[in-house]
């Protein structure tokens, strides 16, 4: 598989607005793939980039890429922190 192949694959995109008007974005499988803008399209085109150099990168290196999470077991962000609590062993 090559760049393009790969970026056509269904990523979990994660849009945030932070506390400065501005936008976040990564993609939840691929640990630092991040980016940002002043709009969530921006952002959302800026997370292309990032994802198309963080791929290379990968690739380059001989490093795996990770999968895309099944859509139908994704859960929503906001449940994340809960689910990790329930996950994690009581102290």
């Known amino acids: 598989m090559n760049v393009d192949d790969y970026?056509?694959?269904?990523y979990t995109r994660i849009l945030e607005s932070d506390e400065t008007g501005g936008w976040s974005a990564r993609v939840l499988e691929l640990e630092?793939?991040?980016s940002g803008g002043d709009t969530p399209d921006e952002a959302n085109r800026n997370l292309s980039e990032a994802m198309s150099l963080w791929i290379e990168f990968q690739l380059e290196h001989?490093?795996?890429?990770?999968?895309?999470?099944?859509?139908?077991?994704?859960w929503d962000e906001e449940d994340a922190p809960a689910a990790r609590r329930e996950a994690a062993p009581a102290a």
């Not at 001989?62 to 994704?74: F, K, L, Q, S, V």
Request: include cysteine.
């Open 32 to 34: 630092g793939c991040f």
């Open 62 to 74: 001989g490093y795996e890429i990770p999968e895309p999470i099944d859509p139908a077991t994704r």
């Open 7 to 10: 970026l056509q694959r269904p």
